[in-house]
């Protein structure tokens, strides 16, 4: 009876405390980003850059902006919350690899007014134009916890 207490407190030790992903689960609702959202460039000339000033690489990064008034994520917006289509990337610490800019604006989509919440239509789909005059950024990883950076976009430097 004694051999199996051991053994069965010895297992649930093993279990409990060899879990590389309860401790990351753990660990991820403290996780800090340390991020820099900037531009570079004149009005459609502008190209963004989003920098991962941390130690770790960011996974399934959901960046979103605002610009005017409107919110814009990179990805495809849906008439609810629930049906967009956001489009994931990774990034590498910017110590290790220095961030590619996006040139491409119309990659990051909104909804305008819509014309009744019962039309089939819905909202319009609106693609930002530019990266000129974005007021700021937000960025999500993709992993529990969420872990969630919001800053303004400024001009690189």
């Not at 403290?30 to 004149?42: K, P, Q």
């Not at 990179?74 to 961030?99: E, W």
């Not at 996006?102 to 134009?129: C, M, V, Y």
Request: charged share 20%; net charge neutral; glycine share 8%.
């Amino acid at each position: 009876m004694l051999k199996n207490t051991v053994f069965l407190i010895a297992m649930t030790c093993l279990i409990s405390c060899g879990s590389s992903s309860k401790s990351l689960s753990k660990d991820s609702d403290n996780i800090h980003l340390d991020a820099e959202v900037c531009t570079e460039g004149e009005a459609r000339s502008t190209v963004l850059f989003v920098r991962n000033n941390n130690d770790f690489e960011w996974k399934d990064v959901d960046l979103r902006l605002a610009k005017g008034g409107k919110n814009y994520l990179l990805g495809l917006a849906g008439m609810h919350v629930t049906d967009s289509r956001i489009d994931t990337f990774d990034l590498p610490p910017q110590s290790t690899t220095l961030a590619p800019p996006f040139k491409d604006a119309t990659k990051f989509t909104g909804r305008g007014e819509g014309i009744r919440k019962d039309s089939t239509h819905g909202a319009p789909l609106i693609r930002l134009s530019n990266f000129s005059n974005i007021e700021s950024a937000t960025i999500k990883l993709g992993i529990p916890g969420q872990p969630t950076w919001v800053g303004p976009v400024t001009k690189c430097n």
